[in-house]
């Protein structure tokens, strides 16, 4: 299987259809397959098989572009994200050895290559970067002369550590369009947007989705709620694949029952259950989709929030993914106990790039060990109570934000939560919130503590409660729960 050969089908079958829009800019199957084939036939004839392409490069048709034609050359494709700093950048161009460059002529100052035989070709906005001179002298190869197991290495949005390369491969990703064509009960797939960076997989994979189906993928530069919506009202039906944060960003913007949008498709962090309410009244007979994976898993489970009613679930297993919840010796739990969540399906990784020690500790006997602390109903229904890097000890006692969290954006006044536990002297750790509130009313802790007596044991509730003005997110749209953490500590010094 090759991620490539659908567009190759659809050059054929339907040329001058747009397979991605981006503002007055356009590019059809044919054009873009033509494209693809230059770029194979310049990475083979200067000598790349099987090596690695970086590609730095924010929301434009070019990085698709390259990144197709990369993998038509059989060789891999590296994402870099242009919000990294120049260390991470080149502490990761020197980690993977690549052969060749594609950037934005923005993004070139960040890099420092050292390997004088690599390549660099920049991506201009006014059409005169080497990248467009270079192409002038290729022509179309005709056949894929190489392939490669591996798809392309992306790496982790590090909202807690360093971020490690996740290989995945076309076979993953195959199985993952096959997954989502079943679960997903869409009209059609003819018009998708994922406004999302490309450097992450859930918008990476949403381009190649659409591709994969034939549809026309439009391409936001960044993320923005009114022009976003603008599009929606332009093009009737379209399918957006978003963050929760994105989704707080349209519902603010939106004008209830008029949008014209099919589906919105959630992921990337937990969607509260008060915008989901917000969201069926805003977006009337919208279908709309939260779905629980991860970079390394891909697909996990799937909730329909409009037909079906289990709050704080993350849903039922996609179709082909086994569920087993263990304990902390690696025995499975009773139905409804709480356990770390394994999972095994032909959607998975192939594991972490030149860490063998890493994908080793993730993996036991065929299952991916998640780091996630699950259970399931006996309907089927996977709740997520915490993650275990996450986990705090509070007297001793197991705490995971995420059960806490949950609980606390149920709450109006508040717009959105982290917690999390800091040094103490008698707890071991101290349990504390960082909220941003919806409006000018402040609850007190012991409001919020009131709260949480209903949902929540008593000694899971924050002891304090710390006002931010915003979060810090990744590129990704989550937030950057280490960075929240070394703001804390500053502002309670």
Known sequence: MNLVEPLLHYAMQQPDKVALSEGTNRITYSALVQKMKQIAQGLNHNGLIHDKVIILSTNRIEFVEVFLGVIYAGCIPVPLDPKWSSKEMNDIIQHCQPKMIFAETAL???????????????????????YDQWLTTLKPEAELNHTNELLFIGFTSGTTGVPKGYMRTHVSWMKSFEATSE???????????????FVHSLSLFAIMQSLNRGATFHILKDFNAGKLLQLCDQI???ILFVVPTMIEALLHHAIPGQSQIQALISSGGKWSEISKSR???VFVGAKLYEYYGSSEASYISYFDIQSEIKPNSVGKPFSGVQISIRNEFGQEVPLGGIGQLYIRSDMMFKGYYQLPEETEAVFRDGWLITGDIMYMDHEGYLYLTGRSKNRMVSGGLNIFPEEVESVLQQIPEISEVMVLGVPDDYWGEQVIALVKWSGQLRLTTEDIKNYCRQYLAMYKAPKQIITV?????????????????????????
Do not use: W
């Open 183 to 197: 679960a997903f009960q869409l009209n059609s797939m003819e018009h998708i947007v994922a406004p999302g960076p």
């Open 236 to 238: 009737p039906d379209m």
């Open 279 to 281: 969201c069926k009244d």
């Open 469 to 493: 003005d915003e979060f810090i997110y990744t590129s990704s749209g989550k937030i950057a729960r280490q960075a929240m953490k070394d703001y804390t500590k500053r502002v309670m010094i």
């Open 108 to 130: 070139v100052k960040k890099l420092s290559i050292q390997d004088k035989q690599v390549q660099l070709l920049t991506l201009a906005n006014d059409g005169i970067g080497t």
